[in-house]
């Protein structure tokens, strides 16, 4: 088997046919770092590469599924990273390499040949609910959550996946607030396959699974093959073109801005509890006279 940094593939020992990926980094809710969406790149073409795989299960290891971004350093230091500038003026094209990069290597799991499901407990979130909606199905535990909460401030969703899962009248409604929703909520709603209580996801996931796995691979491409290319059609990678654009200058506009310098005076946690409490976001002049006060007090 493949050897990774953030996480693992195999074959599930008693039926061949289904992959186990774990997202392996539980001392930080496998948020997703600098290596990672390359290594599920990789092992993704890996289970493609094998025969005997017909289905891929995709999961996190620990308390959730994935808890987005690592972030906490780029908010916090100063520090300069292709999606977070500021030695020199913004580089957007830098910043949509990097990002487009990652969201390429997130519709891996889209454009495998091979169904994918994602298995969720705990938190899809952020850029963790990218990887889980870039999977063909969606299992979830009644009590998991999955949203996008920096829609709020300082985030885009690159794969544009929400509209095109849920349709554009409940995606307005979660890109508008941040808000996320447990899993009953995304059965409901259509944008998971099936909610079931935490004892029973491990039981509903492999029955999924290997019903899948009986069918021939051929036949598992084909219809893929069909759904996706609807997608295609409607104008998904024009979407997410735009969406990782976008990305970038949340991040780099005065309310981006002052985010991170909240986060570096007053620490991440403080940035996201203000994000997340439906306090106004300060904008536009009030958000540079902010930045100018905080970087005075830097200095």
Avoid at 178 to 183: A, R
Avoid at 227 to 241: A, D, K, P
Avoid at 244 to 268: K, M, S, Y
Wanted: charged share 25%; net charge negative.
């Amino acid at each position: 088997m493949p050897e990774f940094s953030t996480l693992r593939i195999d074959q599930q020992p008693d039926n061949q046919r289904i992959a186990r990926l774990l997202l392996n980094r539980p001392e930080r809710l496998n948020a997703i770092n600098d290596a990672m969406p390359g290594e599920i790149r990789a092992a993704v073409e890996w289970a493609e590469g094998q025969d005997e795989v017909h289905v891929i299960v995709v999961e996190g290891a620990g308390k959730g599924f994935c808890g987005g971004y690592d972030l906490a350093a780029y908010a916090e230091q100063d520090i300069e990273h292709p999606c977070q500038q500021e030695a020199a003026p913004w580089d957007p094209m830098l910043d949509y390499r990097h990002m487009k990069r990652c969201t390429e290597d997130f519709m891996s799991l889209w454009r495998c040949p091979k169904p994918t499901i994602a298995k969720v407990h705990g938190a899809a979130v952020a850029g963790g609910s990218d990887i889980a909606l870039c999977c063909d199905l969606l299992l979830m535990t009644e009590d998991a959550r999955i949203g996008y909460m920096p829609t709020r401030v300082w985030g885009c969703p690159t794969t544009a996946m929400w509209t095109y899962r849920l349709g554009p009248l409940r995606a307005k409604q979660m890109m508008f607030t941040g808000d996320v929703i447990d899993g009953r909520t995304a059965a409901d709603w259509g944008l998971a396959n099936q909610a079931v209580p935490a004892a029973e996801l491990e039981a509903a996931t492999l029955r999924l699974a290997t019903r899948i796995a009986g069918v021939p691979r051929g036949h598992l491409q084909m219809h893929k093959l069909v759904v996706n290319q609807v997608m295609l059609n409607m104008g998904l990678e024009q979407s997410q073109t735009l969406a990782t654009v976008f990305d970038g200058i949340t991040r780099h506009n005065p309310e981006g801005l002052w985010f991170r310098r909240h986060a570096q005076e007053h620490g991440f946690k403080s940035a996201i509890e203000w994000r997340d409490s439906g306090r106004p976001i300060p904008e536009g002049a009030e958000a540079q006279a902010l930045i100018r006060a905080m970087d005075e007090r830097k200095r």
